[in-house]
């Protein structure tokens, strides 16, 4: 269970030294309570009272990691209902579900589908992340002829192995040792077996219940058996069931600091009418899934779902923003124009893309505006002619071009007089005022 700010304060030091960042012990417990710090930045505190902290800060939805390497995914860590009160952590895993009994062909499209999904949205790199192979036959021997050519043609794509049937859970996932796989289908009667499975696997264990009252039991029955990296499927697979029973799940982690629903939510939402389908991912993303397993993922729907994922798993409260630079767009010459604006990324990816689109090599220069577009930094006095002036100045660009020249966005003609007597022997050009104008303007130059 949680601790409030003031049972925190109690275990602290209480002497005011300031060496975490705060004024007072207080005040630094009570951003404790709220997760914003962690406990090892006040230096002086009882290994007794840490330990302490340590359990109560701990995150109410366990962190586990689907995967090993560069591909391996994180999930769980989730501390709030609402994005908006701090932010959602661990996006949505998007896994595609594989029969053992699909055609050669199909399994081949399948996992090719995968290993091709990942796209580039607003400087992001988005993909399927996952597979889940399906005893769909119940028939061990070809469930493992499934998982050698999973293993074999995707070795880096974390996997999750889905049975209940034991025999073929035990010859599927030894293909994946020590790759930190899901073993999914742990239920009542074959609990002892699947956990010692996951456990010499090195693989975490997805439950099955039938119901929220049998989750918990299950859940508890897992840890007994010294699982602790478990991850959760109510039996949901209707859209009102799923927002139902993931909502009550994270409640009551959250709010109540249920420990034995503390752990992330896998939702199967294979449809035969893939719109339906799409809808339920969406449902999913939106409302607490770690993992979404679909019937195929076609580029359409990725798109779809990618893009939801990613403003879901945004975080409310920091601007996207790119860093402070002047970026070569092509590759400009001494010759080549010069263009400001701000680092809102999207403000950047449109005005870059736009650039490329022309063909026409320009030196971009990108001012930090703390992640505000043009108009609503210049509202904020961020994107002033004194502050463009210096920017411009200090970021050495002047040596990079012949002519002092410089493009403003039509947004901000308003400045062009201030900053030419800012930026001196400059001349201030306006520019166009939406970027889809970028490719004609820069080729009229
Ligand atoms: S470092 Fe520890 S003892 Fe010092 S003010 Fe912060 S919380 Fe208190």
Redesign the pocket.
């Known amino acids: 269970m949680a601790l409030t700010g003031v049972q925190i304060f109690k275990l602290?030091?209480?002497?005011?030294?300031?060496?975490?960042g705060?004024p007072?012990?207080l005040a630094?417990?009570m951003q404790l309570a709220q997760r914003k710090v962690s406990v090892e930045?006040?230096?002086?505190?009882s290994e007794d009272a840490k330990k302490q902290l340590g359990e109560a800060s701990a995150p109410p939805i366990r962190p586990i990691k689907l995967g090993s390497g560069d591909s391996a995914v994180s999930m769980g860590e989730e501390t709030v209902l609402f994005r908006h009160d701090k932010k959602f952590v661990n996006p949505c895993v998007l896994s595609v579900a594989i029969k053992d009994t699909e055609d050669e062909a199909a399994i081949a499209k399948k996992i090719d589908d995968v290993l091709h999904s990942e796209i580039d949205r607003v400087g992001q790199h988005l993909k399927v992340d996952a597979i889940t192979i399906m005893n769909e036959s119940n028939d061990a021997g070809r469930f493992e002829g499934l998982a050698k050519v999973v293993a074999a043609k995707a070795p880096a794509v974390p996997v999750i192995v889905c049975s209940e049937n034991v025999d073929s859970a035990k010859a599927a996932i030894a293909h994946f040792k020590g790759k930190g796989s899901l073993l999914y289908g742990a239920t009542a009667s074959n609990m002892e077996a699947m956990a010692a499975l996951a456990k010499d696997a090195g693989a975490s264990l997805g439950i099955k219940a039938n119901g929220l009252d049998e989750l918990s039991d299950l859940t508890e029955k897992a840890k007994g058996f010294g699982v602790e990296d478990l991850v959760m499927d109510s039996g949901a697979r209707k859209g009102k069931e799923i927002i139902e029973h993931n909502t009550y799940i994270r409640r009551a982690a959250i709010k109540k600091g249920n420990k034995s629903v503390g752990y992330p939510v896998i939702n199967f939402v294979m449809r035969d009418n893939e719109y339906l389908e799409t809808m339920l991912a969406g449902l999913g993303i939106s409302k607490y899934s770690s993992i979404v397993v679909l019937s195929s993922v076609d580029k359409w729907k990725n798109l779809v779902m990618f893009t939801f994922r990613q403003n879901i798993y945004t975080d409310p409260q920091v601007p996207m923003q790119v860093q402070q630079n002047v970026y070569e767009i092509g590759t400009p010459t001494q010759d080549s124009p010069l263009i400001v604006t701000t680092n809102f990324s999207l403000t950047y990816f449109i005005v870059a893309g736009e650039i490329e689109n022309s063909k026409v090599p320009t030196w971009l220069a990108i001012m930090d505006c703390e992640g505000l577009s043009v108009l609503t930094a210049w509202a904020a006095g961020k994107f002033t002619a004194g502050k463009i002036a210096n920017f411009i100045k200090e970021s050495g660009v002047e040596s990079k071009i012949g002519k002092k020249e410089l493009i403003i966005p039509g947004y901000v003609a308003i400045l062009s007089g201030a900053l030419e007597e800012k930026l001196e022997g400059w001349k201030i050009i306006v520019g166009p005022r939406e970027a889809n104008q970028i490719p004609a303007y820069l080729k009229s130059l």
């Open positions: 602290l030091p209480k002497t005011n030294c300031k060496k975490c705060f007072t012990c630094f417990s930045k006040c230096p002086d505190i």
